[in-house]
């Protein structure tokens, strides 16, 4: 069995078949990238894997293990963290206080944030904060206040706060979006940075084929609802499937 596993997945919203048996395997230390026109149910298919959204029927696990029931505030205590197209930081607070939060969430389970800076001063907690600011090259921002941040730097903080929760599956939903090339290309490279440190498998929602093929090993082009071709990328640039998907016809 593969590291993530869906199975006969389908989800109905009224008359729309959003999900039409989906299947899909996702190795271990793997980037598995989902791709396909809009509306061909890549998000709501995302949303299944993280207690949003449950499937009508079909199955869904991930290292042997179901995630249906699961809440989205409960995914990180399976080993599953997510990257929102709009990056989840805490805006008011310093590039570190953001990092030193999810350190103290997977440690303690709860925390008030009125006690952020005294439990911020806790030696082991300042230690790997401030290395996962290393890992992603976000050091000499680290008292900075979030907010003044550009966009590729918030998307570099959140994948810190994600790391700093020691994921074993990392979903990401289009990392990219809004992004200038440069910062683009800065993401690509991070991501790939982050895969040879780690090996976490990542699964990535993503619009811009630049970042799909640059770093997926495997890709599921979905249309309407259904995976239409699962394949390495060398494989499926061309595939008259998705070309049709994409365009209307083979042309």
Request: proline letters at 4%; one cysteine or more; a neutral charge.
């Amino acid at each position: 069995m593969s590291y993530l596993e869906i199975r006969g997945v389908n989800k109905r919203f009224g008359g729309l078949q959003a999900l039409d048996d989906v299947n899909l395997s996702v190795e271990a230390g793997t980037i598995h990238a989902i791709i396909g026109p809009n509306g061909a149910g890549k998000s709501t298919l995302l949303n299944t894997f993280v207690g949003k959204l449950t499937p009508d029927s079909g199955t869904v696990t991930f290292d042997g293990q179901s995630l249906l029931g699961i809440k989205p505030h409960e995914i990180n205590q399976v080993g599953v963290a997510r990257v929102f197209q709009t990056p989840e930081i805490f805006s008011e607070l310093s590039v570190l206080d953001n990092v030193i939060i999810p350190c103290l969430a997977k440690r303690d389970g709860s925390f008030k944030l009125n006690g952020l800076s005294f439990l911020s001063r806790q030696t082991d907690i300042r230690e790997k904060a401030e290395q996962m600011l290393i890992d992603v090259n976000m050091q000499d921002k680290r008292h900075m206040t979030a907010s003044s941040l550009s966009r590729g730097d918030k998307r570099r903080l959140e994948m810190a706060m994600c790391l700093s929760q020691d994921p074993k599956l990392l979903l990401l939903d289009e990392p990219t979006a809004g992004m200038a090339r440069a910062d683009t290309n800065n993401t690509i490279d991070l991501l790939a940075e982050i895969q040879e440190k780690r090996k976490i498998t990542k699964v990535v929602i993503e619009h811009d084929m630049h970042v799909v093929f640059s770093l997926a090993q495997k890709i599921s082009v979905l249309a309407q609802g259904h995976v239409i071709v699962e394949d390495k990328p060398e494989n499926i640039k061309g595939h008259p499937k998705v070309k049709e998907a994409y365009l209307g016809g083979t042309h």
